[in-house]
């Protein structure tokens, strides 16, 4: 479904703190605005601040400071069920002692509608998460991912423009799992509604999300589309924190427009894109992805980079080969290649040349 991306934020949040002990931050001053129609996920480890940001939007938690805004009317001293937003957790939240249609009569009912309308939502909101067949059970008579799809449904059931979810795919298995995270940005997407989404898991916000917000410390390390967070963190923290990264260290030598040189703690120099350096003599930490080195000698690019490197571990993995090489004093540096016919396999002990393009290669922070 197009998304309306006008200026117009639907969702914002202006110069929000949040501290429970009147000293330590929770969050530090978060600015971020979201246009109609959005599915933005909040990432970060545990304690980085991401659910409380959640727990504010909704109103179960109050901010410090700043202002809360919902289609541009500030919601602070509104509470959580006047804010008509839709909510998912973790744990369900299910009523043990009532139907699934019951549990998804319930908002409808403290909204005052009358019993026929009710009826013909909680039928299409059973339908869209596939239950309709289940209205008539309780909530222990469920599997896992039958609840956490009653929950979906509930939350949707109104109609509300926003709905947060916080974690709601942590209880489930992986496959089960895979298969919600397409499920819900579908439904998401066929509603054109926004969601707020919190997670840990770096897959699930890359696979679902329009942008993630990368959470670390209180504030939003880098708030980009999945691609960009992928191939052009911004900071070491969101190169570690999101897939997996080899990094090397060094000092940088030179800097010109769009080019460093840096100079590894080997003594080898290799070239970079700059990205969060700013002058010669600094210390920095080389990001290279394992999926943009090449250890095939007649796969390398003629402007490739060249180092020496030793094979210590060469694992099979079906779709691709995943080997572990000694670097520049880094034993943990990993390379990921396609299973191709053409594609060698490594011996550990061996030496090899292995080679990356420049611009795949990132100065950052130390």
Known sequence: MARDQSNAA??????????????????????????????????GPSGSGKTTCLMMLAGFETATHGEILLDGKPINNIPPHKRGIGMVFQNYALFPHMT??????????????????????????????QMGKFGGRRPAQLSGGQQQRVALARALVFEPELVLMDEPLGALDKQLREHMQFEIKRIADGLGITVVYVTHDQTEALTMSDRVAVFNDGKIQQLAPPDEL??????????????ENNTLEGTVRELHEGRAVVQLDDGELIDCKPVNVSATGERTRVSIRPERVETNPARLHPDAHLLDAEVLEFIYMGDIFRTRLRVAGNDEFIVKARNAPDQVRLQPGQNIRIGWLPEDCRALDA
């Open 10 to 43: 639907f969702v914002e949040f202006q110069h929000v703190q949040k501290s429970y002990d009147g000293e330590t931050l929770v969050v530090k001053d978060l600015n971020l605005a979201l246009p109609k129609g959005e599915f933005l996920t909040m990432l």
């Open 100 to 129: 699934v249609a019951e549990n998804l009569s319930f908002p409808l009912e403290v909204r005052k509608m009358p019993k026929a309308e009710r009826d013909t939502k909680i039928k299409r909101a059973l339908d869209m998460v």
């Open 230 to 243: 992928y191939e052009s963190p911004q900071n070491s923290f969101v190169a570690q924190f999101i897939g």
